[in-house]
């Protein structure tokens, strides 16, 4: 009856990103799985143009493994590999950031494979698309990312079919705008080791109206909202949006909801926060399924 925690990384991430909690995960006894999404981890592009000294015109063309890849992709992969998960006992699907967009899909999709899903300062659309919340009045202090992404960006994506960003920049402006928007509470030491397990590719597609959260199957799936009181890049605002969209669409089935101090990428460099609290729902878990 032992949990597995099926762990999804966000955007521009994988899942060397999930290492530290693993670790902590594992020194309190559970078992845990990080997903690498298609075109992520040794999945991801990196051209010549992307080492030192650096070929900015040539990384801004390159052509990338993510080239075409859909959300349909990363849900079909998810689902894969929550079935494999499922076959040695329960499961609990964690999302973070751009990751609870698969999540949620392959919830839609699959929700037999899921005893709990866990989201945590991760999008999971129900009224809008998800693209459409960043001009919602939730998102107006959303700078420092936007401001980053811009200075960094390497092509055009539509020409490449995909959206890369130089996280090996060395412009001062957009490294000021990484950290205010992921990691203003941590050091600039973690920050740039944190950018180079980065990967400069993202795929471009993020679902549409039928991705959004589905009442029928998501929503009879046990769910937590895990808040980051202190996230610069998916402001709490929108955080509690998301709840109360999610509880208005399930009010029988509403979000179980923590909140942890921090960033949007603090809880992955000092994960012990985090595993405690996944260990609680581990523990919620196996109670709720029937033996």
């Known amino acids: 009856m032992q949990p597995t925690f099926v762990l999804v990384h966000g955007a521009f991430a994988n899942s060397f990103s999930f290492a530290p909690l693993q670790a902590e995960l594992g020194l309190l006894g559970h078992r845990s799985v990080a997903v690498d999404l298609p075109g992520h981890g040794f999945g991801a592009t990196y051209s010549h143009a992307y080492q030192a000294p650096q070929d900015l015109e040539g990384l801004g063309a390159a052509p990338g493994s993510l080239q075409g890849v859909t959300l349909a992709d990363n849900a079909r992969h998810l689902i894969g590999i929550l079935e494999r998960a499922k076959e040695n006992g329960p499961v609990i699907l964690v999302s973070h950031s751009r990751g609870g967009i698969t999540a949620t899909a392959a919830a839609n999709a699959r929700p037999d494979l ?20 960043y001009a919602e009045p939730e998102m107006a202090t959303v700078d420092a990312a936007s401001l980053a992404l811009a200075l960094a960006l390497a092509g055009n994506p539509a020409e490449l079919g995909l959206l890369r960003v130089n996280f090996r920049t060395a412009d001062r402006d957009a490294l000021a705008g990484f950290k205010a928007a992921f990691l203003a509470d941590g050091t600039d030491e973690e920050l740039l080791t944190f950018l180079n397990t980065f990967q400069p590719d ?26 980051l009181a202190d996230d610069a890049s998916l402001p709490l605002a929108l955080q509690d949006r998301l709840i109360r969209e999610g509880n208005a669409l399930t009010p029988d089935n509403p979000y179980d909801v ?5 960033s949007h990428l603090k809880w992955l460099i000092a994960p012990a926060p985090a595993a405690r609290v996944l260990g609680e729902l581990a523990a919620l878990t196996v109670e709720s399924v029937p033996c």
Do not use: H, M
């Open 258 to 262: 923590r909140t942890l101090e921090g």
């Open 114 to 133: 899921i005893d709990r899903i866990v989201y945590v300062s991760a999008w999971c659309p129900v009224d809008l698309d998800a693209n459409d919340y």
């Open 202 to 227: 993202e795929n471009l597609d993020v679902g549409t109206s039928a991705d959004r959260a589905q009442a029928a199957t998501w929503g009879r799936i046990p769910k937590t909202f895990v808040r």
